[in-house]
């Protein structure tokens, strides 16, 4: 089983022909208003790229309002495991989605019933060694650094996506399987763990992995990703698109095809080529979820990419 932790929110999209100023409004002819919030989108984007291969579960918390009926009922159309995600006198997360017609985006987020999410909710049953548990950074730091010890403790493997970037305890990093990061993102943890590294993504990554004995994967947009374990690294290009309409769901999407790679006991080069390609693939469509691919989409694409670059370090 994959388990997500993480928040579940609804996104307000509007669609503007450039991003506003700071204090300036920009008009748009209409909004749409779809399921989204990091946690929700990665456990669609890791159902979809399981296929029937694997269950997912989320895990989070919701309002007791029409956003989160929505949600709810979004997450169970894709076959997701919904019954670890607990109702919160808060009203649902709500996030706020402003993109151009290049498919650059401004976002904002009100947390809500995300930050009453706690780790207890996920059961001691569903954190054995054949489990992934997948997290991200919008519920409360401290129940992601609590879940992730007691899921090393029971074996589970686990994967945190440091988005939005916050400081991370050292314990908590060196407890982690998996770290992925942007190259902003691993800038930034970097500078906490006073690992002063040039601006290099192939370095960062080592840095971060050597430190925290962990695998750290950065990535770095059009060009790809970069991964480090040990001596060991990756550079994976990304799939070249003809237009990109929304980068919104980008991240996710890789995140959600990477963990299931992972548990699907794909080696680390396979993983991080289907995780490039879903990424790429989630560029093409409007929305957080709509354009988030199908296993047989990713597998359709696999001819169109290189395979990942070993090398040393």
């Not at 070249?240 to 006991?265: M, R």
Request: with cysteine; charged share 20%; hydrophobic share 45%.
């Amino acid at each position: 089983m994959i388990v997500v932790f993480g928040s579940l929110n609804i996104d307000m999209l509007l669609r503007v022909e450039r991003l506003p100023h700071p204090g300036e409004t920009v008009k748009c002819p209409f909004y749409d208003w779809v399921p989204g919030g990091k946690g929700a989108n990665q456990a669609v984007a890791a159902a979809r790229a399981a296929g029937t291969k694997a269950k997912v579960a989320m895990v989070g918390k919701v309002g007791d309002d029409g956003f989160g009926t929505r949600s709810l009922n979004n997450l169970k159309r894709e076959g997701i495991h919904v019954s670890g995600v607990g109702l919160s006198a808060l009203p649902t997360g709500c996030a706020s989605v402003i993109f151009d017609r290049s498919g650059e985006n401004q976002i904002v987020v009100a947390s809500g019933a995300n930050s009453d999410t706690t780790a207890d909710q996920v059961p001691n049953e569903i954190l054995g060694p054949d489990n992934v548990v997948l997290m991200q950074m919008e519920v409360r730091p401290d129940e992601n650094w609590s879940l992730i010890q007691r899921a090393r403790a029971k074996g589970a493997t686990t994967i945190l996506n440091l988005a939005p970037a916050l400081a991370v305890p050292k314990y908590a990093l060196e407890s982690l399987d998996y770290l992925i990061v942007n190259q902003i993102e691993a800038r930034q943890i970097a500078e906490k763990l006073d690992l002063h590294i040039e601006d290099d993504a192939m370095a960062l990554a080592h840095a971060l992995a050597k430190s925290c004995s962990l695998t750290c994967i950065i990535t770095i947009g059009p060009r790809g990703s970069v991964a480090s374990k040990g001596d060991e690294s990756w550079r994976m290009p990304a799939m070249q698109l003809d237009e990109v309409v929304d980068t919104t769901g980008s991240g996710d999407a890789y995140c959600g095809a990477f963990a299931a790679a992972i548990h699907a006991k794909k080696n680390l080069a396979e993983a991080l080529k289907r995780a490039s390609i879903a990424g790429s693939l989630a560029c093409t469509k409007a929305g957080a979820q709509a354009g988030l691919p199908l296993d047989s989409d990713i597998d359709a694409h696999l001819d169109k990419v290189p395979d990942a670059q070993h090398g040393t370090l």
